[in-house]
Every structure is written in C-alpha cells, then in structure tokens.
C-alpha cells in the first residue's frame, strides 16, 4: 500500500465483502504463498519449520481445539512453544498442520476476512459459510503446496443456527469435509485419533473432552518425534481452546498443567521389563 | 461566435457548498458524546435495518449523516483501508487519524473536481485505550476537518443540538447518564426520543480488542430509564 487514498472500484471490478479477493487486486504481494509461486521450479525446503499434531472434538456444548506446541525443522526443534490453535473470529478456531510459516499467514488472513466479511456485510458469515471461505483460501495456496509448502488446517466452531459444534477437515486441494464428531490432523494424527475413537461418546462434558484431548495429544507425543509432549520442566503444555455459546476462549497455561498433571501418572509413564 | 458564460470560482464553490448543506439539512441528525466507558454515539434513526452508525476497525467507529449511498460508499472504503493497513502492518498501526485524513482527501477532491459534492457528513473516532485521550473527526462534505473534544454534532440541526450540549454536557458522564443525554438532545420541544426512534453504538473502554458494539432493545430501553 503506497499511498493514503482510500480504496473505490469500478462497477463490476467491486471485490465485495472478501477481503482476500480486495487484497488481490491492490496488493497481491501480501497473499498467503504470493512470494512462493513467482520463483519457478523453486521446491521446499526440507529445513522449513512443520506444525505437528492438532486436533479438534465435539462435546455436549460445543468444540474443543487442541494442539501441542512443537515446530520441527527436519531433525532440529524449531519452535517448543508454537501456537498452532487460534481462534478464527469470536465463535469458530483454527488449528494448523505442515508448513508453519504460510499456515500463519493462512490464518492471518482467514481472520481478516471473516471479519472484513463481518463489518461491510453487516453480519457474521454462517459457520458453514467460514468453513467455505478456508477452503478457497487452501485452494489459492495450491500453487504453492505443489511446491512442498503444504497447508493442511482444521476448523471448528459453533453453529449457532443448528445449537451445536461442528468439525471440519480439509486436504491441500482445498477439500473441505465435515466430521461428525472429531478429526486430527499432522504427523501424529493417527495416534491422537485412536486415543480419541476409543475414548469418545456423546454428550461429554468440557472437562471431560479437555482430559480426552489431552491424553490423545500426550499419546501422540509418546509416538511421534515431531509432537511434543507436556514439559513440566519448562511448563509448556498444549494449547487447549473451548468454543461454545459463551466464545472462543482458550484455557490459560495453569489450567491445562492442572488437569494434564494428573494424567502423567497413567499409561503415557510405559517403561521397560526390567 | 457565442462567449462561455463567466461563472467565478468563488461562485462555483459557494453554490456547491449550498447544494450539499442543503441536502444534509434534510436529513436526521447524531451525537457523539465522550462518556466515562468510552465514546458514545447516539443518533436519531428509526430504522431497523438501515444504519448509521459502523464498526470500522478495532478501537475505531464511523458515523453519517446524509446521502445512504455515498456514505455507504465512502464507510466501506475505510474499512478496506483500515483492514488492509492493520493486515499489512500491525493491528496497532491503524488510527482514527489517517483515516480522517483520507476521509478528507477523497471529499475535498469531489467537492472541487466533480459536478456534485457528496452530500454527507461523517465522523470517525477512536476510543483511547490505557488512559490515552479519545478521539473525535467531523469530517464536513469539502473536505474540512475538525478535531473535536468532550461531543460532536452532526446533520442539519447541528447549532441548535451544539448549544443545548453545551449547557447539559458534563465531562466523565456515565454511560445512562449520556444516553439519556443524546435521547434529550436529539428530540425536538423538550421531548427526548424513545428506543424506538434511536440508534446507539459504544466504542467501550472496557472491551479487549474490539470496542465497537451496539446498544439495543431491553439494554437500551434500560439505560433510557
């Protein structure tokens, strides 16, 4: 943006309530992956920070949004205290898998949009309508997921129209599925997914869905280099964010060492037959 | 050969200003008030659906009197400034200050360059946060700014809305208090608007990140007493 001059269009040329759409005609440099895609033949690099394990569930009042907080860079930890659940706007969050760096773009953007959506429409975009507008974003990114730039995010929230949580996943193309109760997603998915679907039925509590998505994470963590695990030692613990009628909140750091502290004692201690 | 008629510059101005007053007049006007949770902004506006009153960004309202369409035009384009500045710089980067001025840009260049001025007149404030000083832009249809403190008045019957507030308005009023106020001060004969007839928003002192909200229905009808 060079210039103070507000922004107006031409009839036909108006970009509407999308903000991605308006940035992509006064500013295309600032889109998600807009450096990526000019350098031809370019190809990730293998030392790029990832997003390891996420994960969202539904409960008997809404979602909850979990995910350790480990960015790993080939072998190297890159980050041990990456936040890679966000809230999306007041009543709907995202979390992140793959490539850390346009993931957070990813988001920033899908924040501004929701609410640039918000303030020229007049209301909020209904839930289905947000899971909508990820997807196109992850489709403008495809480009660069060919690259190795891969994005692959959950969303969840709540749906006020229909009184409960949802739960979205997505795949690079832009995919977009809905889950009926939980989904996981980055490279120890499939171990938080199994602690999950056999810990999981109807109608559960939020304490007792912020234990289950704890325990899943710490599962995830036991088998997976890339996930890391509850450090009491440096008093990292996952970020855990419950989403219902009463916002988008996420439990403060003291919270989740309270009700993770617990659960160090269980199975996740393993050992060896001496 | 036939002359082009004369017409001087001064003339042409003069005439457009009358023009554009001439259309604000005619329509309702509002009230900004600075209270103790923040800024708040009361206008008389019957309808339902069709607002005055705007969210801009975080800590950032917009309001008009006048011509829907062109204030309407003229919101939404600060809204894609002030999103485009916040997502390319920092959320903190954007002020109530640029905007004003970009405000008075685009009305300064239609009130001379174009065959009809815009018949609006808008403000743009900011509520402070951590005890800094709010911030209140009129931002009239040539273009004129005026950084204004304590209330704002805008729309057709602004003199006579500017006095009665200069008697009653009292600095660090509370929230009721300046609702009532506005109420007041909007109606006509001494007879203050119902809920009904008003549209009240609060940039709130107290909220974390966005400050804009509207106050409605049973809130409303509480804080009027």
């Known amino acids: 943006m060079a210039d103070n001059r507000l922004p107006f269009f031409a009839p036909g040329l108006d970009p509407g309530p999308s903000f991605a759409d308006f940035l992509r005609h006064v500013a ?67 979390a992140i898998a793959g490539a850390a760096g346009p993931a957070v773009e990813m988001v920033k953007l899908f924040q501004t949009q929701l609410e640039h959506y918000e303030k020229v429409q007049g209301d909020a975009l209904s839930l289905e309508g947000k899971a909508n507008q990820l997807a196109q974003l992850l ?74 998505a704890l325990r899943s994470l710490f599962a995830a963590a036991d088998e997976d280099a890339a996930t890391g695990g509850p450090d009491p030692v440096r008093n990292i613990w996952p970020v855990v964010a419950l989403i219902d009628t009463d916002r988008y909140r996420r439990l403060s750091d003291d919270d989740v060492a309270a009700r993770g502290t617990p659960l160090l004692s269980g199975p996740e201690r393993g050992g060896y037959a001496r | 050969m036939s002359m082009p008629f004369y017409v001087s510059p001064e003339q042409v101005l ?128 040539n273009g004129v700014v005026v950084d204004e403190q304590r209330f704002s008045v805008l729309g057709g019957q602004a003199e006579q809305i500017n006095e009665k507030l200069k008697e009653s308005y009292t600095d660090g009023i509370d929230l009721a208090a300046a609702v009532r106020l506005g109420a007041r001060v909007l109606g006509s004969d001494g007879e203050a608007l119902d809920a009904e007839q008003l549209e009240v928003a609060l940039l709130d002192n107290t909220r974390e990140r966005r400050a804009f909200r509207k106050i409605k229905n049973a809130e409303l009808r509480e804080l009027l007493g």
């Not at chain 1, 998600?32 to 690099?45: D, F, K, N």
């Not at chain 2, 405000?103 to 001025?117: D, I, N, R, S, W």
């Not at chain 2, 509520?127 to 249809?141: D, F, K, S, T």
Request: with cysteine; aromatic share 8%; charged share 25%.
């Open chain 1, 28 to 94: 295309p440099h600032h889109l998600p992956g807009g450096g990526l895609t000019g350098a031809a033949g370019a190809v990730a690099p293998a030392d790029m920070p990832h997003g390891t394990t996420v994960l969202a569930i539904r409960y008997a009042d809404g979602v909850v949004m979990a995910g350790d907080r480990r960015a790993t860079a080939g072998m190297m930890i890159a980050s041990r205290r990456i936040e890679k659940v966000m809230p999306a706007d007041d009543f709907s969050g995202v």
């Open chain 1, 139 to 212: 489709r403008a990114n495809l480009q660069a997921a060919m690259m190795g730039f891969v994005v692959v995010p959950l969303f969840a929230g709540y749906d006020h129209a229909r009184a409960r949580g949802r739960v979205f996943s997505y795949d690079v193309t832009g995919g977009r599925y809905e889950e009926m109760d939980f989904q996981t997603q980055g490279s120890g998915s499939i171990h938080a997914r199994n602690w999950i679907k056999a810990g999981w039925r109807e109608g559960m509590s939020a304490d007792e869905v912020v234990e289950l």
């Open chain 2, 14 to 141: 003069k005439d457009r200003a009358d023009y554009a007053r001439k259309g604000i007049a005619q329509g309702r006007s509002l009230v900004a008030l600075e209270c103790e949770r923040g800024v708040l902004i009361v206008a008389d506006n019957p309808s339902r659906t069709l607002s005055k009153i705007y969210e801009i960004y975080d800590r950032i309202a917009f309001a008009a009197v006048g011509m829907y369409n062109e204030f309407q035009m003229l919101r939404v384009a600060g809204v894609r400034h002030a999103d485009l500045k916040g997502y390319s710089y920092s959320r903190e980067d954007v002020s109530a200050r640029e905007l004003a001025n970009a405000y008075a840009q685009t009305l300064g260049q239609v009130f001379t360059h174009e065959l009809k001025p815009y018949e609006v007149e808008l403000l743009v404030a900011e509520v402070g946060v951590n005890g800094a000083p709010n911030e209140m832009y009129h931002i009239l249809y």
